[in-house]
């Protein structure tokens, strides 16, 4: 599959300028580790099941080993071998050099490390793709434009019709889906990130187990209520038209 530019791609090359490594979050699905790959000259992954031991062995007992190898060096998913960050850290702070690491890993693991990265590792939150990265939009109307310049855009248009708009937002910007001719079967990558969201992920985080259909509801709660000023209350009762649950409850399971 071609690789379509991201928004990413000019910050990271940016960040990789200014500091010796990079964190690159992001949920999961949304392209770090593709992304990272057009800049890096060498990786080790750390989900690779046929390597994937060794490698944390190597981390477990001497991290810097895993150094050694071309830069910007990717560790992809770091998070499964913490003392990278110490590593990494370390050896940015010797050596005094830019664009020595990346890193990858998902927003929704959250890894306690003995040292912060501040000056030395800098992160980059990377989203789903937008319409314009994924070539749906024209990209004649920028944001930024619109405020400086609210009436200067006459004559500017969208190739997407209402329908196609709401096929977008209903899909969303996983690269994943774009590879999928049948537009239908794209939606099934959306409908299975939602299952893994409140089955899995949402226990799997922190080993806790917690309500699936819970979890479904408040994220129905949140789908509702997007672009609108709705107070946590607000929310709070719509879950609670169908679900018995507490405001303690409801709270610890959207923070």
């Given at each position: 599959?071609?690789?379509?530019?991201r928004i990413?791609?000019?910050?990271?090359?940016?960040?990789?300028?200014?500091f010796?490594a990079v964190n690159?979050?992001g949920p999961?699905g949304?392209?770090?580790?593709t992304t990272?790959?057009?800049?890096a000259?060498?990786?080790v992954e750390?989900?690779d099941e046929?390597?994937r031991?060794?490698l944390?062995?190597?981390?477990?007992?001497?991290?810097s080993?895993l150094?050694i190898g071309d830069n910007?060096?990717?560790?992809?998913e770091?998070?499964?071998?913490p003392?990278?960050?110490g590593?990494v850290?370390?050896s940015?702070?010797?050596?005094?050099?830019?664009?020595?690491?990346?890193?990858?890993?998902?927003?929704s693991t959250?890894?306690?490390?003995?040292h912060?990265?501040?000056l030395r590792?800098?992160?980059?939150?990377?989203?789903?793709?937008?319409?314009w990265?994924?070539?749906?939009s024209n990209?004649?109307?920028?944001?930024?434009d619109l405020?400086?310049?609210?009436g200067?855009f006459?004559?500017?248009h969208?190739?997407?019709?209402?329908?196609?708009?709401?096929y977008a937002?209903?899909?969303g910007?996983?690269?994943g889906?774009?590879s999928?001719d049948?537009?239908?079967i794209?939606l099934d990558?959306?409908?299975d990130?939602?299952?893994q969201?409140?089955?899995?992920d949402?226990?799997h985080?922190d080993?806790?187990?917690r309500?699936?259909?819970?979890?479904?509801?408040?994220?129905r709660?949140?789908?509702r209520?997007i672009?609108?000023?709705?107070?946590?209350g607000?929310?709070?009762?719509d879950v609670q038209?169908n679900h018995?649950?507490?405001?303690t409850?409801f709270r610890e399971?959207?923070?």
């Open positions: 599959m071609q690789y379509l530019p990413a791609d000019s910050l990271l090359a940016r960040k990789l300028q200014a010796g690159i979050t999961k949304c392209g770090k580790t990272a790959r057009q800049q000259r060498s990786v750390f989900q046929d390597t031991e060794g944390l062995q190597v981390a477990e007992t001497q991290p080993r150094l910007p060096r990717l560790f992809d770091w998070q499964e071998a003392q990278m960050w590593a850290r370390k940015v702070a010797g050596r005094g050099e830019k664009g020595l690491y990346i890193l990858t890993g998902s927003s959250d890894v306690e490390t003995p912060t990265g501040t590792i800098s992160t980059l939150q990377m989203l789903p793709m937008s319409l990265e994924t070539r749906e990209g004649e109307v920028s944001l930024t405020f400086s310049h609210p200067g006459d004559g500017c969208s190739d997407l019709t209402v329908d196609g708009i709401i937002i209903c899909r910007g996983w690269p889906t774009l999928i049948d537009v239908d794209r990558i959306a409908r990130l939602f299952w969201t409140t089955h899995v949402i226990s985080v080993s806790t187990r309500s699936p259909q819970l979890a479904e509801a408040i994220l709660s949140y789908a209520n672009c609108t000023p709705a107070k946590t607000t929310m709070l009762a038209a018995d649950v507490g405001e409850a399971y959207t923070t």
